[in-house]
């Protein structure tokens, strides 16, 4: 069955500085592999995907992941954060009909 | 267009109550999926639709949970006697096909047992 790991269930980062959160799968098949952002009081909101094809994917605000199959990982990074990118960001793997999801990492942006 | 929508936005009720939740997928879309946000458990799946096939209930946590998607569109969440473990945010989402399709999420609706 797939699983997934968040590593760090908070992370505090000044303002500007750069941020990763990692996330861990384990799959027995193709993966899709998913960061969705949580704001405060919000549902889900799709932060960024892949599917197949380039191993690194963007978002319109500046986060990026790496897909690394040996590693079995799908960190999110961005190299300057802002205040307003304080939310929770989940990972999440496809596991057949629906998505698994990881425990979540709260990332607190402070000035 | 517009994006998936639930209702009530927040639910208050007492123990062995039922309750029914509602989700209106985005247009067009053939799957809709639950799921359940709680502080113990993180994010849980609980049933799955996929056109006119038989939904996949293997998440839904007891008999007391079940779920209908009339005309394969707008679906409805019900919770029997409830109790106050489910006290919790249930998000619906929806996606053009399954699989690995791309799952839209609703704002949820926040249910309190008392």
């Known amino acids: 069955a797939q699983s997934v790991t968040q590593l760090d269930s908070q992370v505090p980062v000044f303002e500007e500085a750069p941020v990763e959160l990692r996330c861990n799968y384990s799959?027995?098949?193709?993966?899709?592999l998913f960061w969705y952002v949580q704001y405060p009081n919000q549902g889900l909101q799709l932060l960024l995907k892949?599917?197949?094809?380039?191993?690194l994917v963007k978002s319109i605000n500046g986060f990026e992941a790496e897909f690394n199959k040996s590693q079995t990982s799908f960190h999110l990074r961005k190299p300057s954060v802002h205040i307003s990118d304080t939310a929770e960001y989940f990972c999440?793997?496809?596991?057949?009909?629906?998505?698994?999801f990881g425990a979540g990492t709260i990332l607190r942006v402070k000035s | 267009g517009a994006g998936v929508s639930q209702s009530p936005s927040n639910k208050v009720t007492e123990k062995g109550k039922d309750v029914e939740l509602r989700c209106d997928p985005i247009?067009?879309?053939?799957?809709l999926y639950w799921y359940r946000q709680s502080l113990g458990q993180g994010l849980e799946f609980l049933i799955y639709?996929?056109?006119?096939?038989?939904?996949?209930k293997s998440g839904l946590p007891s008999d007391r949970f079940s779920a209908e998607r009339t005309g394969g569109s707008v679906s409805t969440l019900t919770i029997q006697r409830t109790q106050q473990e489910d006290s919790a945010v249930y998000l619906c989402?929806?996606?053009?096909?399954?699989?690995?399709?791309?799952?839209?999420f609703g704002p949820g609706t926040r249910l309190l047992v008392l």
């Open positions: 989402a929806s996606s053009s096909l399954g699989g690995g399709e791309t799952q839209y």
């Open positions: 799959s027995s098949v193709s993966v899709y």
């Open positions: 892949y599917l197949s094809g380039s191993t």
């Open positions: 999440a793997v496809n596991g057949g009909n629906k998505l698994v």
């Open positions: 247009s067009g879309h053939t799957a």
């Open positions: 639709f996929q056109g006119n096939s038989a939904p996949d």
